[in-house]
Each structure stands twice: as C-alpha cells, then as structure tokens.
C-alpha cells in the first residue's frame, strides 16, 4: 500500500462534521493522513502553517480561503485539491493551474439534488399545486370528483435553458414522464442535442413554447438578466418558471410586473439579492413560491460530496486519474 499524503482540511469548519460524517471520514483516512479538529479558514494561521508545508491534498468545501501565489507558496507539496462542493472558481485562482496542481469537483454530486428538487417542481407545477392548496386553505373544502380543467403533466412543455451539469441530470430524470421536453443552449449543436434526446430551439422559441422553464445556466457577465423583460414578455400567460441556477440570470424587477399581473408564476430557490430584502414584494405575491436556496445539497445529501471526495482520494492513492478533474477552461460552463 503506498504511503498515504498529507491532507488539510481548507472549508468553514462546522461543515467538516456534515460533509465527513464518522463512517465517512473513516474512509477519507484510508486514503489520506487528515485531522478533522485542524481546519483552514485562513492560510496565514499560524495553527495551520505547519501542516500546510507537508501537505499534499487540499479537502475544499464551502469557505475555503482563495488560493493565490501566497497561500501556493506556503505549501510547496500540494499536488490536488479535492473540492467536496460543486463550483471551484471562487477560491482557485490561474496559479493553481500554472503550477500543474490537479483540482476535483463534486459538482456533479451536487447536481442530483438540485435536478431532483426542479423534477419534483416540475411535476407539481404541472398540477398547479400550489395555486390550489392557496384555494383550499382559503374555503377549506372542494368539490370531491370534479376533474379539474387545465392542469396535468400529460404533454405539458417543458423547456430547459441551459445543458449544464444539473440541465442534463435533470434530462435524464425526465425521461420517464410523459412530458415534451425541450433545451436551448447556444453551446449545443443539434448533434449533441439528439444524442441529449431533446429537440434543440433557440431561447426566444423555447419561451414562447414551453409551459414550464427552468434555468440551468451558469452565472456569467454575458447571462446576466438572460430572461430580462422582453424574454418573460414572449412566455404564454399561465406559464411557470423555475430558477434554481443563480438569481441574476432573471430580471427580478421584470419578473416582479409579470407576477403581479398575474400573468406568470415563479419557483424561486435563487434570488437576486440573495437572500432578499424583507421588504421584496416576492416573499407576499400569490404567484411566487420561494424556498432558501435548498435545491443543492442538504442534510444527509451532503454525505453524498464526502464520498465523492474519498473516490477521488483513493485515486490519488493508486494513481488512477481522477474521475472529476476541472477543466480551466470549462469553468464557466460547469454549473
């Protein structure tokens, strides 16, 4: 068995114990030489200096501190950062790379979640839940055998912008339900989008055909306000958008004027601000269902980002290359 490398963990400490739970922690030790009551918020500690020069494997969460030339030099032994969450751009830096230092995301571990919690929406959307548990709550009885005109997931059109990592975990769920599903990706070609299983149609068609949208896009300059006034204007009245990507891809003060018109609802886990103003007319408008941005991991679901990382720690260990190495260049496109 070769001699297993020095690790650090580098995150907000308190999320060490959820992420690493004792039989999972136990497994990470196999692999690495760790010590969970010795964590790094800041590379300048002196109480982590030590162990920052001998180490070999950086264990990343949320909070890690940023990884520039600085805290590079004070450990001249990293070879891998092993990040046990889903984006790595707000902590790794361009020096990270120059130095041929190996970087691992969980982000496709983070992705099932946040694919399962828009299916779930979906699905619940389609039969206008939450409209109707409004209504019920309102007259406290319904009239028992009635079909309810409408509503139903039967065909209903759903169109996802964005083939990101959850935009295709999310694909492959939908699979199995008698939906029409379309995507819009400008990086996807209609080769890539057959092989997808998904028809391929440019945002402003998706918009003005889909009964439900849901967003997948990374948060870039250019997907700022993606869905602005104009881009809301040509969804059809009645229609349910759902964002669980990043808030600033929607134009909350747009969306706002079609919410209270009535005219659309929204299911927002991401808001721009984040979290919102408690004055934001979005927490009392009937037509917007907002939850505190729990699409990601959660409870025990963040296990899932631990064993994610053990895999890619016996990797190391064995020298097999590592399943979920990031790409520099596809950072933006990763979410």
């Known amino acids: 068995m070769p001699e297993r490398p020095q690790a650090l963990f580098a995150m907000t400490a308190q999320n060490v114990p959820q992420i690493f739970p004792p039989e999972v922690l136990a497994r990470l030790r196999e692999h690495v030489e760790i010590d969970p009551t010795l964590v790094a918020h800041d590379f ?18 949320w909070g890690c501190p940023v990884l520039d030339a600085a805290a590079l030099d ?20 361009p020096e990270v790379w120059r130095r041929g230092i190996v970087v691992s995301s969980a982000a496709a571990a983070n992705a099932l979640p946040v694919a399962e919690y828009t299916l779930a929406m979906i699905l619940l959307a389609g039969k206008d839940v939450f409209a109707f548990r409004d209504l019920l709550r309102t007259r406290r009885t319904f009239p028992y055998g009635d079909i309810v005109p409408g509503i139903g997931n039967f065909h209903r059109r759903v169109g996802i912008v964005g ?30 989008a057959a092989r997808l299983g998904v028809p391929l149609l ?20 250019e997907t700022r306000h993606l869905l602005g006034a104009r881009e809301l204007a040509l969804m059809p009245a009645g229609s349910v958008l759902i964002n669980t990507a990043r808030g600033s891809l929607v134009d909350h003060d747009a969306l706002t004027e079609e919410l209270r ?5 929204a299911i927002l886990d991401v808001t721009d601000p984040e ?18 941005h729990l699409a ?26 590592l399943l979920h190495a990031v790409d520099q260049s596809a950072l933006d496109r990763a979410a």
């Open 74 to 93: 004070a450990a001249p032994r990293l070879r891998a950062v092993l990040h046990a969450a889903g984006s790595v751009k707000g902590f790794t830096t």
């Open 261 to 265: 018109a009535g005219r659309l609802t």
């Open 44 to 61: 300048t500690d002196p109480r982590v200096r030590d162990t920052l020069a001998r180490t070999e494997v950086l264990v990343t969460g």
């Open 275 to 292: 979290p919102l103003p408690a004055g934001s007319p979005l927490f009392d408008l009937p037509g917007a269902f907002l939850t505190p």
């Open 163 to 192: 083939a990101s990592r959850i935009g295709r975990r999310l694909l492959e769920l939908l699979r199995p339900h008698d939906l029409a599903v379309a995507l819009a990706d400008p990086y996807v070609d209609e080769a890539e």
């Open 202 to 221: 440019p945002l402003d068609e998706l918009l003005r055909t889909s009964d439900i949208v849901t967003v997948h896009a990374p948060e870039t300059p």
């Open 296 to 321: 990601g991991s959660q409870g025990n679901e963040v296990a899932r980002l631990g064993l994610t990382v053990v895999a890619e720690a016996g990797r190391l260990l064995t020298g097999d290359g």
